[in-house]
């Protein structure tokens, strides 16, 4: 008899194909023999990885405490550990198997202990095959696309007595009605796309997280109205590919229509994460220029400067195209803060063409910016490219990269000194319980000695030293 339950493996050619998605409406019910082991026992979540991740977390830790878990920080205490994992460039993949492989221990001294293996890094084929031969321990491998089905996978690993694996590549619908826990108490990402249709080439989500499909615009405002009827100060609207919400719901359902019905429910502070420069229209401009609570930080990656380059990675605008959308956002919102993603050493990219990524840096001059060197993802189109690009190149050219977007960090973090800014208090300071941390409007985060009873509230506050990614402040009353 086979000791593993294969319910789905992952298939790149089945993850390819795109197709009309269904909305399911869930009725989530827990397994008598889930409640029966695990309530009242201990769950650890360690997410890694982009917001799509962490909002799966929060439904899983939503799933785990309708069987009446709870979480902790500990891993001696817990009776359910999910590693749930990042797959978007090859060094965050090995930290997952460095992860994994330190639970041995655990798994050793404790036979009960259920060790799931969830996320990105199981959707890919040879990634899958490699983790369960070297971690024959792990209970249960599940993909993006069986969150919903965390509770019952449990339940199977535990009647069956076998490992479970549910990786489905061929299954992406909406589900909705998956139970939440959220993390932070007063900030909440909402999903309303999953999946990517983009298919940039140098990029694995679009095979890990399966094809675009879009929330119904009524569900999305039914989990925001809660949000806010509970007092929520901020909502993040989560997706690979935000601006791209609705195509699929081929009713004319556009991303600018749930901004704004969004931004009128009066949240007071709005957000959206992650923008394509492609899909970034004139009506979006518009609203998010039109309502104060959409919050004036786009992050819109750039992922090169040089025409050539961007057309091998199949993004869809030129840097005409990406420099003059910058121009329209500062000519209607001076204040507004861009932040941004770029790739270095991409394949056959020659000097010329990164001289060309750090003339856009230099004309753009982000607030902060992302940088990483290309790392080839098994599968995607960029990694069957010949690359004539050595390691050392790469790195050189990440260090002068790195060197451009620190200096010009540090020259805008240092235009906030003196400077009053509304700042949402997130909680205490990690280093120092004494003081108080929170956001700006642009989301940098400030320190300020406050009393705890402003946690949750938005105040103002002077900013008084930068220490470049963070800064220092003084509590303004008024
Ligand atoms: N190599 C390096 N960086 C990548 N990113 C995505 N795929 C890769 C890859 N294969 C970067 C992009 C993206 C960010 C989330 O990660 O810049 O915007
Ligand atoms: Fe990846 Fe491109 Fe989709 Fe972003 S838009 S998730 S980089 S394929």
């Known amino acids: 008899m086979s000791k593993t339950l294969l319910n789905n493996l992952p298939s790149f050619t089945k993850a390819r194909r795109r197709y009309p998605s269904i909305v399911q409406n869930l009725k989530i019910e827990v397994p008598s023999i889930v409640s029966a082991k695990l309530s009242g026992k ?5 997410t890694f990885g982009c917001q799509a991740n962490v909002r799966d977390e929060e439904s899983m830790a939503g799933l785990l405490s309708m069987a009446n878990m709870r979480r902790t920080e500990e891993e001696k205490d817990a009776s359910v550990i999910i590693i749930n994992t990042c797959a978007v460039r090859e060094g965050a993949e ?15 001294n404790n036979k009960d202990l259920i060790v799931i293996v969830a996320g990105c890094v199981v959707q890919q084929e040879e990634s899958l095959a490699k983790l369960r031969k070297t971690f024959p321990y792990v209970d249960i491998f599940m993909g993006t696309n069986a969150i919903h089905k965390l509770l019952d996978l449990i339940a199977l690993r535990i009647t069956e007595n076998k490992k ?25 990402f909402v999903n309303i796309t999953y999946g990517c249709d983009k298919f940039c080439t140098y990029c694995i989500v679009p095979y890990t997280r399966g094809k675009e499909r879009s929330r119904l615009p009524a569900d999305i405002l039914r989990e925001c109205q809660i949000l806010v009827d509970s007092g929520y100060q901020e909502i993040t609207l989560v997706g690979q590919n935000v601006n791209a919400y609705g195509i699929d719901l081929k009713d004319g359902t556009t991303f600018s229509y749930i901004l704004e019905e969004v931004a009128k429910l009066g949240i007071p502070r709005l957000r959206f994460i992650t923008s394509h420069p492609w899909n970034f ?126 200096s010009q960090t540090e020259a805008n973090a240092a235009l906030y000194v003196g400077n009053e800014y509304l700042i949402l208090v997130d909680g205490y300071s990690k280093k120092d319980t004494s003081v108080l941390s929170g956001y700006t409007e642009s989301d940098r985060v400030v320190h300020f000695v406050g009393t705890p009873d402003l946690i949750g509230k938005i105040v103002k506050v002077k900013i008084t030293e930068s220490r470049v990614y963070s800064f220092v402040g003084e509590l303004v009353n008024e």
């Open 42 to 46: 201990f769950f650890l979540i360690k």
């Open 94 to 108: 090995q930290k997952i198997f460095g992860q994994v492989g330190n639970l041995k221990g655990l798994k050793t």
């Open 164 to 188: 479970v694996v549910d990786v489905p590549s061929d299954d992406a619908d909406v589900y909705e009605n998956i139970p939440v826990q959220r993390i932070a108490p007063h900030k909440a």
């Open 281 to 406: 229209d004139d009506e979006m401009i518009d609203i998010i220029a039109k309502y104060p609570n959409i919050m004036r930080k786009i992050h819109l990656p750039l992922q090169s400067g040089s025409d050539e380059i961007l057309k091998l990675m199949g993004r869809r605008y030129t840097v005409k195209d990406y420099l003059e959308l910058v121009t329209k956002l500062r000519a209607r919102m001076p204040d507004i803060s861009l932040t941004t993603d770029i790739i270095v050493g991409f394949p056959n990219e020659t000097e010329q063409q990164f001289l060309e990524t750090l003339k856009v840096v230099e004309k753009v001059n982000y607030e902060n910016a992302y940088t990483f060197i290309y790392s080839p993802r098994k599968g995607t189109p960029a990694a069957l490219m010949e690359d004539n690009v050595s390691r050392e190149e790469k790195g050189e050219r990440f260090n002068k990269l790195k060197a451009l977007v620190d």
